[in-house]
């Protein structure tokens, strides 16, 4: 069947796997379904190479770590964020996230959000080119989080998912047989700690953050096949240093590994290298660690790497750059990233840009857009600063 469907799902496979068949190494990149849970939907972690796991907290933070609510200045607060994806290549793909969080008490914070996908207008045809219908695949997750303080250095937070993903809308049929939507449900664990140190003689903090994401059950769009949800394991620190009352600068870096197996190397069906990625979820948290057909070397390629600097002038207007990179036989994801932001009292807006190494790239001019309302304010010293 030729349809736009068809088109679409090539695209998002190769904006997510970009070169990896002129990789000089084998390439053998990690495929999961609804990659839109791993694109970064914020214009302040959009503009610092997609951290997010030790930043200081925001009304995003729900994304990258709802650890992190523990400590944020406000008792309360909303963001919403939009974002044109592949506009490059396709006019209609946007992912728009809204997220909110109120604090119970001084220990406690609760939030959640509502990520969406939405994969344009696709007209679905018959073999002989002859319109069935139109359709708008489209996919979301909605969450909901509990964050809290377990000392004035240290949180926790865990955070359930429901996960629902509609290409077809029943139209489509793959073998003779009847595709459906998929649904997921998947849990976060995260942790945050932060604390207030010294840098010559000038105040800093410096923060960590750990987060096991998308911990869930596999997504099925037909009656006979199963796919992994993109389980992911971020590791982060942050360091914030004051260089004087009215400059401030930061400096993040993340750490990602899909939990997801990997591909082994097969030859007529059979396996030759590596290990059965058609494996249970318990199975394959564990298994992603030490399953990759290449050994310890190809584990340590499946390792994204993200980098990312704030500047803050009186802490009413922001600079941002970072870089994101991801292994050629991975999926060759490289780009930088600058961004800027602005706040007004409790208003909030940012933005950022995005450029990928290569030409004719997928994701070049990349841009998002966030704006968020902070709703009163936080007494005490238990509160990020990194």
Request: net charge positive.
């Amino acid at each position: 069947m030729k349809n736009r469907f068809l088109t679409i799902s090539l695209i998002v496979l190769f904006a997510l796997c970009s070169k990896t068949l002129f990789a000089q190494d084998r390439s053998n990149p990690i495929h999961t379904v609804v990659p839109f849970l791993t694109i970064a939907p914020d214009s302040r972690a959009g503009g610092m190479g997609d951290v997010g796991a030790a930043t200081s907290p925001d009304a995003f933070s729900s994304h990258w770590n709802a650890a992190k609510f523990a400590f944020i200045d406000n008792n309360s607060g909303v963001g919403v964020s939009y974002l044109p994806w592949l506009r490059a290549l396709v006019p209609d793909i946007n992912i728009a996230l809204l997220t909110g969080f109120t604090r119970l008490d001084e220990k406690q914070v609760v939030s959640g959000s509502l990520l969406y996908s939405s994969l344009g207008d696709i007209p679905f045809t018959d073999i002989s080119g002859n319109l069935i219908r139109n359709f708008k695949p489209y996919e979301f997750a909605l969450d909901a989080a509990y964050s809290r303080l377990f000392s004035e250095k240290l949180s926790g937070a865990v955070a359930f998912r429901f996960i629902y993903s509609n290409l077809s809308g029943g139209t489509y049929s793959s073998g003779g047989e009847a595709t459906k939507a998929g649904m997921s449900y998947a849990a976060d664990i995260s942790g945050f700690w932060n604390n207030d140190i010294s840098i010559m003689e000038k105040k800093a903090n410096l923060a960590f953050g750990l987060v096991f994401s998308n911990i869930g059950s596999k997504m099925s769009y037909s009656d006979s096949h199963s796919s992994f949800i993109p389980m992911n394991l971020r590791l982060g620190s942050a360091l914030k240093v004051d260089l004087d009352t009215y400059n401030s600068i930061s400096l993040a870096i993340d750490l990602n590994k899909l939990l997801v197996p990997t591909p082994p190397l097969k030859s007529n069906d059979t396996i030759i290298a590596g290990r059965n990625d058609n494996v249970s979820v318990p199975l394959a948290l564990i298994q992603s660690f030490y399953d990759a057909p290449g050994g310890f070397k190809e584990e340590m390629r499946e390792i994204t790497y993200s980098t990312g600097v704030e500047y803050w002038y009186n802490n009413a207007f922001a600079l941002r750059t970072g870089y994101f990179r991801e292994h050629e036989t991975k999926g060759n994801r490289r780009y930088f990233t600058l961004g800027a932001g602005f706040k007004f009292n409790s208003f909030n807006l940012d933005f950022s840009y995005l450029m990928p190494r290569g030409q004719n790239h997928p994701l070049a001019r990349t841009l998002r857009f966030s704006m968020s309302f902070d709703i009163g304010s936080v007494s005490g010293s238990n509160k990020s600063k990194a």
